[in-house]
């Protein structure tokens, strides 16, 4: 069992900087994979990044490419995702997800809600234009 607890979200102007954390609890945060997610307004819950569990591997939607950087710190169980360089477009709940450790380490270049079992409540992400 993984609980997750997201912070780091506000508000800031187009081209602005954020970063968000994800503390993790459960003595699993080191074997599973990771990632963020984002809820723009409407239901719908969009992949944004994943890592593996020694940090090496990730992978990005293409629309956050070369503007985010997820990285985790196993010793602290926290993730974290890099906001730069940021969009009116990526306005949203920002959300941490945990794979079971069962699933295995695979990081693939894209997941969707099913690949994750942990879900933390949420970060509000408000980009101004």
């Known amino acids: 069992q993984v609980q997750l607890v997201e912070s780091g979200g506000g508000l800031v102007q187009t081209g602005g900087s954020l970063r968000l954390s994800c503390a993790a609890s459960?003595?699993?945060?080191?074997?599973?994979?990771m990632g963020w997610f984002r809820r723009a307004p409407g239901p719908e819950r969009e992949f944004v990044a994943a890592i593996s569990f020694s940090g090496a591997l990730t992978s990005y939607t293409d629309p956050v490419k070369g503007r985010f950087t997820i990285s985790r710190d196993n010793a602290k169980n926290t993730m974290y995702l890099q906001m730069n360089t940021l969009k009116p477009e990526d306005t949203g709940v920002y959300y941490c997800a945990a794979r079971s450790q069962s699933r295995g380490g695979r990081v693939y270049s894209r997941f969707t809600t099913a690949d994750f079992d942990y879900w933390g409540q949420g970060t509000q992400v408000t980009v101004s234009s």
């Open positions: 459960g003595r699993t945060f080191s074997s599973s994979v």
